[in-house]
């Protein structure tokens, strides 16, 4: 299992589009990623809807667990998708 944490930095948070972003690169990759505020419970990552439902703002800290082949560089591509979110 891979984890990664960032602090998002985007002024309007995680919204509409980098939610969507996001979940495409999850099931892409075909592994399992869950995605939480740091400290609260995680949600399935390859759910718009359930990314959008954790109300991720900015200065939020969030947590990204993937489990599957490859891992460590699908955290990565994922951590710089959240990170470059626009």
């Known amino acids: 299992m891979a984890t990664r944490t960032t602090v998002i930095n985007d002024p309007v ?3 509409a589009r980098p ?3 996001f979940s495409q ?3 892409a990759s075909g592994c399992t990623v869950t995605i939480a505020k740091e400290g ?3 949600v399935p990552a390859n759910s718009i809807l359930s990314v959008m439902g954790l109300g991720i703002k900015q200065g939020d800290s969030v947590v990204i667990d993937v489990q599957g082949a490859d891992d460590e ?3 990565d591509n994922l ?3 959240l990170v ?3």
């Open 19 to 21: 939610a969507a972003q």
């Open 79 to 81: 951590l710089n998708i």
């Open 73 to 75: 560089t699908v955290a």
């Open 13 to 15: 948070g995680i919204h």
């Open 84 to 86: 470059n979110a626009e």
């Open 25 to 27: 690169a999850v099931t």
């Open 40 to 42: 609260g419970n995680p």
